[in-house]
């Protein structure tokens, strides 16, 4: 017996429709792509994203069709979601940042039939642009006095294109698990992998996210998303925002430590969220200028972990509540907050930051488990690490274009990461699965040798890879770069890490480099270092 | 083209799961029918959920068959519902205060087939069981000590009951609009409706009532519903609070200003919600014994409109925030919550208490509109007030076993009230459509006279109806009770709405009774009232 509630199907244009009615005059302030600081509200960006429907639906635009933007935050970036989701089609976030081959596989790999592009990225589309046949019109986010001259095709300025239409549209009525946005991970292997959200996954994840214990959006909030739009939907604020009313400030394309600081500070912002790095560019600006936060409360830190003398720089320093998360493209993103449970909400000092550095507990609507390489569940004492798999509503089945579901027979999803979850529910990542050391059947976490590795006095930089062993199948490599003007003792070293670790983490051998290979987004390649060492032996392999 | 996300069914066992997962050991404490309080978590709630399952399962339940319960806010209520869902039935909440005669025509209409029942209400069962054919077996919500003799069919106490299974069960896989729950109005006219809930609008429901703008619950809450689980899903508490791990201080039967003041200290509550009565209760027994509250921050009043004395008391005289809400059992309830929005929060004194008596504002997921009598949309102005209509994933499109939709062509529901909404979004309620006076193709609101005319020094009670008027259709009549000792003369009673009311809302006349009628729940009766005036006419009716 089915019950006898409205069928309401969950679609992303409701959203904005919301933010219009209830908080209409409620303010999207953007640090434009052109300069100045432009201001707008939830009515007018719902009135221009009906212009972009229309518009699109004009020029033949049809349910299905993948629509690429290459973007900063901006309130124009945002309002072209809600115009592309509401005509039906797709919004594919193209990351600017990717090796301009990497973008012509991605946009033909998505079919893009149109791309909006910022000034900024004019010249890297110009200089693919003959490779991507699929695309019939290019976008250029701005007015027509900053409309730059361009070979791209069929190019028009965003204001002038959405200016010949008047907005009478209505939304199309869509099934709510209708594709609406599109986004590819880049791994470090192999090709790149579509991840294609509903409409129904982006509006029940934005309600998870904007749960007190998740992001804590409300109408009192004043956000800065600096995770970008094209970082899986940044973070969800993207829908999570207008959804609670939220004020929103984009940064658009600046985001040095003075830039943020500024909107921080001028925009009356009570949140923020960002990848380390930024933190890392903030907190040395406002040291070096000795400025505090008049506003700031909570900043949500996620993309990578948080190192930990960070969360404790901006909680002890700055009095501002710093929140781990962590999530991946493929569960849209959000997975895990560090919020403080009643449960631990006794410790103090080291013990609160011990608590801190973990990537925290799932809010409803994300389940979560660690297994075995056979899938066997392992408990939750937070020190057995396992795979993590992750189910819910907002966490992908399959690729666009893959070879089917990518789930276990319990239909979760492999993260690729390993992790322990202590008795309380809090998960902490302790490393890729590719590159955890097997030994003897037994795990070894190289991101915890690394960092242990780190702290020794002449060390600038640690990498641990697995390294064949007859006996033990895999036993740890540590590879490192010396501090300048310092030499690393291998003794010395072992001895350091021999302290702090149990025996057999202990590596097999320590080797000197002068380089360890990085990705395009500055994380260590191991890929590229295991290709390095392909030739080694452990001198304990005999 | 659909999405590639996950299948992931929003069913209502799973919000039990995640509780027992990330927040297993938070308390659920009860102040039993029995009369002591007990103390259990959302492990224990969770595993004796899966006994219930399996011993409905066991003795034949199958999905869709409804289950009633007649009992108070405990954690064996509470745990029965996860049972129930679990199972795939229904739970069927009965209000125990209705009159005899209508939990007859409700548990027949329903073919409730079982039924739980707290000890409180076994008399009463057995008082009309003869008459409820469909139900096969009473479980009376209490151990073998407490087990009373009593003539029920196949009565068994609920923990022996449970103590037969062994929890080895796995939730049915239900389609996520699969009913869930039944709750049937108590209108004052014609025969009760039952309202199907289905899993999927109780989820959809709890995550938008646990919005900070909403109900604002989170781990760290400790909250005390006092509004019934037979009220509506407990205005969704039952359900968001495990959602978000809050702690649940269940007052069972005993609700007077002691008994809740008690709890409310002695639990550490954050955040309570119930109707005003209560509330005057507590205020009253609070002033009397010259209490204070030392964890209490938010109070959630709804159900009736809230007097504006009774806010003021809470947030002045005692630091608790008051938070207005409306809503309707067809609506899961909470239709809007009166929080306040950047907007209006510059309101200080008067102007801030003329904000907090309106119901508020929509959270996501509800949509509302103001409507005359053609069914046209009204200006959100503040002003003109027209018929409130709803729609929403958590809104009845049907009754059950009712007559097919009851939607307009938009797919809105109306809600009987009529309304105002101001340019800011919050709706206030000024009438029932069916208590409101159509004069001359104006609407005059009765209740504002009502509560005008219960200003004045020498009236005990008002009421206004409308009385058939040859040229204005209707126009309003005001019906008084004196004050003891006192006498209410006409023209000065009309003189004195003269100045605070529109010329040509002003009543026609006025008319001294001894009684008011009142229905079952304390409301003015006006459907006894306009049968006791229809012979009446009106001076003005010439």
């Given at each position: 017996?089915?019950?006898?509630?409205?069928?309401?199907?969950?679609?992303?244009?409701?959203?904005?429709?919301?933010?219009?009615?209830?908080?209409?005059?409620?303010?999207?302030?953007?640090?434009?792509?052109?300069?100045?600081?432009?201001?707008?509200?939830?009515?007018?960006?719902?009135?221009?994203?009906?212009?972009?429907?229309?518009?699109?639906?004009?020029?033949?635009?049809?349910?299905?069709?993948?629509?690429?933007?290459?973007?900063?935050?901006?309130?124009?970036?945002?309002?072209?979601?809600?115009?592309?989701?509401?005509?039906?089609?797709?919004?594919?976030?193209?990351?600017?940042?990717?090796?301009?081959?990497?973008?012509?596989?991605?946009?033909?790999?998505?079919?893009?039939?149109?791309?909006?592009?910022?000034?900024?990225?004019?010249?890297?589309?110009?200089?693919?642009?003959?490779?991507?046949?699929?695309?019939?019109?290019?976008?250029?986010?701005?007015?027509?006095?900053?409309?730059?001259?361009?070979?791209?095709?069929?190019?028009?300025?965003?204001?002038?294109?959405?200016?010949?239409?008047?907005?009478?549209?209505?939304?199309?009525?869509?099934?709510?698990?209708?594709?609406?946005?599109?986004?590819?991970?880049?791994?470090?292997?192999?090709d790149p992998k579509g991840v294609l959200y509903s409409h129904r996954?982006?509006?029940?994840?934005?309600?998870?996210?904007?749960?007190?214990?998740?992001?804590?959006?409300?109408?009192?909030?004043?956000?800065?998303?600096?995770?970008?739009?094209?970082?899986?939907?940044?973070?969800?604020?993207?829908?999570?925002?207008?959804?609670?009313?939220?004020?929103?400030?984009?940064?658009?394309?600046?985001?040095?430590?003075?830039?943020?600081?500024?909107?921080?500070?001028?925009?009356?912002?009570?949140?923020?969220?960002?990848?380390?790095?930024?933190?890392?560019?903030?907190?040395?600006?406002?040291?070096?200028?000795?400025?505090?936060?008049?506003?700031?409360?909570?900043?949500?830190?996620?993309?990578?972990?948080?190192?930990?003398?960070?969360?404790?720089?901006?909680?002890?320093?700055?009095?501002?509540?710093?929140?781990?998360?962590?999530?991946?493209?493929?569960?849209?993103?959000?997975?895990?907050?560090?919020?403080?449970?009643?449960?631990?909400?006794?410790?103090?000092?080291?013990?609160?930051?011990?608590?801190?550095?973990?990537?925290?507990?799932?809010?409803?609507?994300?389940?979560?488990?660690?297994?075995?390489?056979?899938?066997?569940?392992?408990?939750?004492?937070?020190?057995?690490?396992?795979?993590?798999?992750?189910?819910?509503?907002?966490?992908?089945?399959?690729?666009?274009?893959?070879?089917?579901?990518?789930?276990?027979?319990e239909g979760f999803f492999d993260t690729g990461d390993v992790a322990?979850?202590?008795?309380?529910?809090?998960?902490?990542?302790?490393?890729?699965?590719?590159?955890?050391?097997?030994?003897?059947?037994?795990?070894?976490?190289?991101?915890?040798?690394?960092?242990?590795?780190?702290?020794?006095?002449?060390?600038?930089?640690?990498?641990?890879?697995?390294?064949?062993?007859?006996?033990?199948?895999?036993?740890?490599?540590?590879?490192?770069?010396?501090?300048?003007?310092?030499?690393?003792?291998?003794?010395?070293?072992?001895?350091?890490?021999?302290s702090r670790i149990a025996k057999w983490w202990l590596p097999d051998?320590?080797?000197?480099?002068?380089?360890?290979?990085?990705?395009?987004?500055?994380?260590?390649?191991?890929?590229?270092?295991?290709?390095?060492?392909?030739?080694?032996?452990?001198?304990?392999?005999?």
């Amino acid at each position: 017996m089915l019950g006898l509630m409205q069928d309401w199907p969950l679609l992303i244009p409701k959203i904005i429709d919301h933010a219009a009615k209830q908080h209409g005059t409620r303010e999207v302030v953007t640090r434009s792509v052109e300069g100045p600081i432009t201001r707008t509200d939830y009515a007018t960006i719902r009135s221009r994203a009906l212009k972009v429907a229309q518009r699109l639906t004009r020029e033949g635009i049809r349910a299905g069709d993948r629509i690429a933007t290459l973007a900063w935050n901006t309130a124009r970036h945002l309002e072209s979601w809600y115009g592309i989701t509401g005509a039906g089609a797709i919004y594919h976030t193209v990351n600017p940042r990717l090796f301009p081959e990497q973008i012509v596989w991605i946009v033909n790999h998505a079919e893009d039939r149109m791309v909006l592009v910022d000034l900024t990225f004019v010249p890297l589309l110009e200089a693919i642009a003959a490779r991507l046949p699929s695309v019939e019109r290019y976008i250029v986010l701005t007015d027509t006095a900053h409309m730059p001259k361009t070979t791209l095709k069929n190019a028009v300025a965003y204001e002038d294109w959405i200016a010949e239409a008047d907005g009478d549209f209505r939304w199309l009525e869509l099934d709510e698990r209708s594709a609406a946005g599109l986004c590819y991970t880049s791994g470090t292997t192999g090709d790149p992998k579509g991840v294609l959200y509903s409409h129904r996954s982006n509006v029940l994840h934005a309600l998870a996210a904007s749960q007190i214990d998740c992001l804590a959006i409300s109408a009192n909030t004043s956000i800065l998303p600096i995770v970008p739009l094209f970082h899986a939907n940044s973070w969800s604020i993207a829908f999570s925002a207008p959804m609670a009313g939220a004020k929103m400030v984009m940064p658009g394309p600046k985001l040095d430590g003075a830039s943020v600081y500024e909107l921080l500070e001028a925009e009356q912002v009570t949140c923020t969220a960002g990848v380390p790095t930024v933190w890392a560019m903030l907190l040395q600006y406002i040291e070096k200028e000795q400025k505090t936060f008049s506003t700031l409360k909570r900043l949500i830190v996620g993309g990578s972990a948080a190192p930990r003398a960070m969360i404790e720089a901006f909680e002890k320093r700055y009095g501002v509540e710093v929140i781990h998360a962590w999530g991946m493209t493929e569960m849209s993103p959000l997975g895990t907050v560090c919020s403080v449970k009643p449960v631990v909400s006794g410790l103090k000092g080291e013990a609160l930051y011990d608590l801190k550095v973990k990537q925290g507990f799932t809010p409803f609507l994300i389940e979560m488990k660690i297994t075995d390489d056979d899938g066997k569940e392992l408990p939750w004492d937070g020190k057995t690490f396992g795979r993590l798999k992750v189910a819910g509503p907002a966490v992908v089945k399959a690729y666009y274009r893959g070879e089917g579901s990518v789930l276990d027979e319990e239909g979760f999803f492999d993260t690729g990461d390993v992790a322990t979850i202590d008795s309380h529910g809090y998960m902490a990542i302790t490393d890729r699965s590719k590159d955890v050391i097997k030994s003897g059947g037994e795990w070894i976490s190289s991101i915890d040798l690394e960092n242990i590795a780190c702290g020794h006095p002449d060390v600038a930089e640690a990498a641990v890879i697995g390294i064949r062993h007859p006996k033990w199948d895999e036993r740890p490599l540590l590879v490192v770069v010396q501090k300048p003007e310092r030499t690393v003792d291998k003794a010395d070293l072992l001895a350091f890490l021999s302290s702090r670790i149990a025996k057999w983490w202990l590596p097999d051998d320590v080797q000197i480099v002068s380089e360890i290979p990085h990705t395009a987004t500055g994380k260590i390649n191991k890929v590229r270092l295991r290709e390095q060492f392909v030739d080694y032996r452990l001198p304990t392999a005999v």
